[in-house]
């Protein structure tokens, strides 16, 4: 069921975003640098997180479109530029040539930035069918605190911050709790809002969910980091030690990271226990999320 869902959910993804570039009136360069990065390869983690949530409470894919692509939107735009010399300075990126490898890296800033700001217009000029204008404001206002210095780009600040530094576990958690758990939470809630019959509840169990699974998907990564290979990771393996970067391996040791990784599945699998909905497709996520390969 999972593997079908993510299936669906990413095409209608990539149809909708592949919409928005008709007809290009500007760069025509710049525009292909946006669709490679953001349709290059990926698990739509993300948009899959909207589509579920949203779907699960009643909303609309047509509501949920705008949504997903632009949480997308935002995640690709951080991988653009983490990829850049200034940040991690990575040639490779989902098993192909990073944005500023395949282009330039001026072209990679812009796209970047494009993405970024494509997002709020996504989400701040579609008509939507069942969203009240409270409910829109809401979801610009939850992408753009969890994108900015409270949530992804604060993270990527502290992740610079602790390189070459001994940091304590509960530092590095709050560096990963910004950096990649913020977007997680954010996609979830943007799924939650586009339904107009969910609850303060739902949010709420919902929301602890996407805490736990955001963690355990960032420590997932560490492991992976130390135990995968470049071809099935589709980067560099080995590249947050190469670059001295803190990570759960690193401050506890493989087998205490995997404990910890265990120890979040169960967290989100009591969290979603609390949900009173067919909850399958979510058990089945937060096992994948642990055991994935890449």
Not at 84 to 109: Q, S, V
Not at 248 to 264: S, T
Request: hydrophobic content about 45%; some cysteine.
């Amino acid at each position: 069921m999972l593997t079908q869902a993510l299936q669906a959910y990413s095409q209608r993804h990539d149809q909708f975003f592949g919409q928005q570039f008709q007809p290009v009136s500007t760069s025509q360069r710049l525009a292909q640098a946006m669709q490679y990065s953001a349709l290059n390869g990926g698990k739509r983690i993300r948009p899959f997180l909207v589509y579920a949530s949203g779907e699960l409470l009643g909303a609309q894919l047509s509501d949920l479109d705008p949504c997903a692509v632009a949480v997308e939107c935002v995640h690709a735009y951080s991988l653009i530029h983490d990829d850049l010399p200034a940040m991690d300075n990575d040639a490779l990126r989902r098993g192909k040539p990073t944005c500023h490898i395949a282009f330039d890296e001026a072209t990679a800033i812009l796209a970047g930035d494009a993405l970024q700001t494509m997002a709020f217009e996504l989400l701040s000029q579609h008509t939507f069918a069942q969203v009240p204008v409270e409910r829109q404001l809401a979801m610009i206002r939850s992408l753009a605190t969890a994108s900015g210095l409270a949530g992804m780009c604060g993270g990527q600040a502290l992740d610079i911050e602790a390189t070459n530094r001994a940091i304590s576990i509960t530092e590095l958690e709050q560096i990963h709790h910004h950096k990649t758990g913020a977007l997680i939470t954010a996609a979830v809630e943007l799924g939650v809002l586009a339904a107009p019959q969910s609850t303060a509840d739902d949010l709420r169990v919902l929301r602890d969910w996407s805490h736990a699974i955001g963690l355990a998907f960032q420590v997932q990564d560490d492991i992976l980091d130390e135990t995968g290979d470049t071809q099935t990771l589709g980067k560099q393996q080995g590249s947050d030690a190469a670059l001295a970067k803190a990570t759960y391996p690193a401050l506890l040791g493989l087998e205490q990271a995997i404990a910890k990784r265990d120890a979040l599945h169960e967290k989100a699998l009591h969290a979603l226990s609390q949900l009173p909905y067919n909850t399958d497709i979510f058990v089945e996520f937060t096992h994948y999320i642990v055991t994935r390969d890449r």
